[in-house]
T-cell receptor
Framework: AQKVTQAQTEISVVEKEDVTLDCVYETRDTTYYLFWYKQPPSGELVFLIRRNSFDEQNEISGRYSWNFQKSTSSFNFTITASQVVDSAVYFCALISWGAQKLVFGQGTRLTINP | DSGVTQTPKHLITATGQRVTLRCSPRSGDLSVYWYQQSLDQGLQFLIQYYNGEERAKGNILERFSAQQFPDLHSELNLSSLELGDSALYFC?????????????FGEGSRLTVL
């Protein structure tokens, strides 16, 4: 069975602080894919990153970075120098190769205060 | 803009009624997915179509049905509506048949059942 846990339900920080969103996953498959999606107040789901299980390289994209560690089954997301526009609900998701559905975590509501 | 179009954006109806939600995938995408987002269940996979054929089924109720037409647009039909069906319904599309590809989500259709 596949499962994604985002233990942080809500996080609130002040602008310019760094913030890390945790994601822990469970799967028995060796080939799988991990995702992060952003859901701003407007409601749409915006794709941020996709990572396959064979690529443990960390990735940085501007102020965003992702830390994938298979040893701890974690795929954490860090926003550096946060901005008010980063306020949103962030979802981590998992799918195994050949599986039928993308499994989402419950989401972390991030609020960046000015 | 993801390129996935969903209509209507908002819909208010009464219990026992039937509604149809429509989705136009991104140009060239053959796969269409439907997801339901509710406060208590989070993001749940309902069903996937690939090039007109049903490919995968998730937690879709028997009162719900979907189809994908030759022009690749999809419709999700919800009947005998109950209060608990109130949710945000997302459509997503991807190029590939397998769900491991990146999904592009529409802005969702918010259904309120009174």
């Amino acid at each position: 069975a596949q499962k994604v846990t985002q233990a942080q339900t809500e996080i609130s920080v002040v602008e310019k602080e760094d913030v890390t969103l945790d994601c822990v996953y469970e799967t028995r498959d060796t080939t799988y894919y991990l995702f992060w999606y952003k859901q701003p107040p407007s409601g749409e789901l915006v794709f941020l990153i996709r990572r396959n299980s064979f690529d443990e390289q960390n990735e940085i994209s501007g102020r965003y970075s992702w830390n994938f560690q298979k040893s701890t089954s974690s795929f954490n997301f860090t926003i550096t120098a946060s901005q008010v526009v980063d306020s949103a609900v962030y979802f981590c998701a998992l799918i195994s190769w050949g599986a039928q559905k993308l499994v989402f975590g419950q989401g972390t509501r991030l609020t960046i205060n000015p | 803009d993801s390129g996935v179009t969903q209509t209507p954006k908002h819909l208010i109806t009464a219990t026992g009624q039937r509604v149809t939600l429509r989705c136009s995938p991104r140009s060239g995408d053959l796969s269409v997915y439907w997801y339901q987002q509710s406060l208590d269940q989070g993001l749940q996979f309902l069903i996937q179509y690939y090039n007109g054929e049903e490919r995968a089924k998730g937690n879709i109720l028997e009162r719900f049905s979907a189809q994908q037409f030759p022009d690749l647009h999809s419709e999700l039909n919800l009947s005998s509506l109950e209060l608990g069906d109130s949710a945000l319904y997302f459509c997503a599309s991807s190029v590939v048949r397998e769900s491991s590809g990146e999904l592009f989500f529409g802005e969702g259709s918010r259904l309120t059942v009174l």
